[in-house]
């Protein structure tokens, strides 16, 4: 049976699949940092993890904790000392890489965490694995999993019960391979993602495929798109691939046609400026934004709020209700003006 593992209140193994991005500020830089998570709040990201690269970032982590509203998850490489610094700090959990540490810097983070009752997160990369797991397997899926594993079972030999599990690669193709072999495996929640997947289109692509492909498998239980972005856009495109795969109803979504011939006005820019307005809308609501008054309203049907463009008026239609003809000038403040009162 699955365990369900809580990250400060957040549950992962039960519920909704939560949302998670990683700060690219320094810790340390506390305004920033804070400014940066407070932005991904918005955006509707469950938990967040710093970078915790020395002991100032360490000592910030409490000054973070006390401004912003989610888990703060601290990233931890080498140091047993920063784990516990950062522990003592408030974090409400640790990322650690298999390899990273040595057998007696693992057990004294095994010590901390069972102390603190904090969950910690194996995160095995193609690029970190454990030296046995590859020496074993080579470079590949099945070593990623397996260095995942070695170092969960040293975890849970120290008496580490909590853990979450990732074994991501840059690879679209390694990565789910290694993540349904390791769902066969653990009962543990986990962390799904892509590494290194780039920026752009495809960045968003590679996470996409990778994470939704995982996802309609019903694999993962919490999902981070690594981005070379703002990590703002890791949230929303997370939350985008959930709903995509038909996980997640509650935050207001934007359809809008292709466009072709037909459109006269400026569809795409108001799908654009639409879609900006309802990142992080959290209600259950569809949106259409379509390309003409003649086929717009009946192919969004299911919408419950949409306007059709044209020329000279436009049709703006709520569900269950006869479209209202407006002039084209002044029809999209009309708009905004209607989805400001659906939205709250
Ligand atoms: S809604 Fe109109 S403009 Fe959009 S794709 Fe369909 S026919 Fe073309």
Redesign the pocket.
Same mark, same amino acid.
């Given at each position: 049976m699955k365990r369900v593992v809580s990250v400060g209140g957040v549950r992962l193994g039960e519920g909704r699949i939560k949302v998670q991005s990683m700060t690219t500020e320094k810790t340390s830089g506390v305004e920033k940092c804070v400014a940066q998570i407070l932005r991904l709040e918005e955006a509707g990201c469950d938990l967040v993890r710093v970078a915790v690269l020395d002991e100032e970032d360490a000592r910030a982590l409490s000054l973070v904790k006390e401004r912003v509203h989610i888990p703060v998850i601290a990233d931890i490489h080498f140091s047993a000392r920063l784990a516990e610094l950062a522990v003592e700090a408030g974090a409400d959990k640790l990322r650690i890489n298999p390899g990273n540490l040595r057998a007696s810097d693992l057990r004294r983070v095994a010590d901390c965490v069972r102390r603190h009752h904090i969950p910690v997160r194996v995160g095995a990369n193609l690029g970190s694995l454990e030296r046995g797991a590859e020496a074993r397997y080579g470079r590949g899926a099945e070593a990623l999993v397996a260095s995942a594993l070695e170092e969960a079972a040293a975890l849970e030999k120290l008496g580490v019960e909590d853990l979450v599990l990732s074994v991501k690669a840059s690879s679209v193709p390694v990565t789910a391979e290694a993540y349904a072999l390791l769902a066969e495996k653990t009962e543990h929640p986990l962390h799904v993602g892509v590494t290194e997947a780039g920026g752009g289109l495809m960045g968003i692509v590679k996470g996409s495929v990778g994470i939704g492909a995982l996802l309609l498998r019903g694999i993962g239980d919490t999902v981070r798109v690594s981005l070379s972005e703002d990590p703002v856009l890791e949230v929303t495109a997370a939350h985008a691939i959930l709903r995509a795969c038909g996980l997640e109803r509650e935050f207001a979504e934007v359809i809008s /046609?292709?466009? /072709? !011939?037909? +459109?006269e006005y400026d +569809?795409m820019g108001l799908a654009r400026r639409v879609q900006e307005r309802v990142i992080g809308v959290k209600k259950p609501l569809k949106i259409a934004v379509? !390309? /003409?008054v003649?086929? !717009?309203p009946g192919?969004a049907k299911d919408a419950d709020l949409g306007i059709?463009g044209g020329r000279e008026f436009c049709l703006i239609f709520e569900r269950g209700k006869e479209p209202q003809r407006v002039p084209s000038e002044g029809a999209e403040a009309a708009f905004f003006a209607w989805l400001e009162e659906w939205i709250g």
């Open positions: /046609c292709p466009t /072709c !011939g037909r +459109c +569809c379509m !390309g /003409c003649v086929n !717009g192919e059709a």
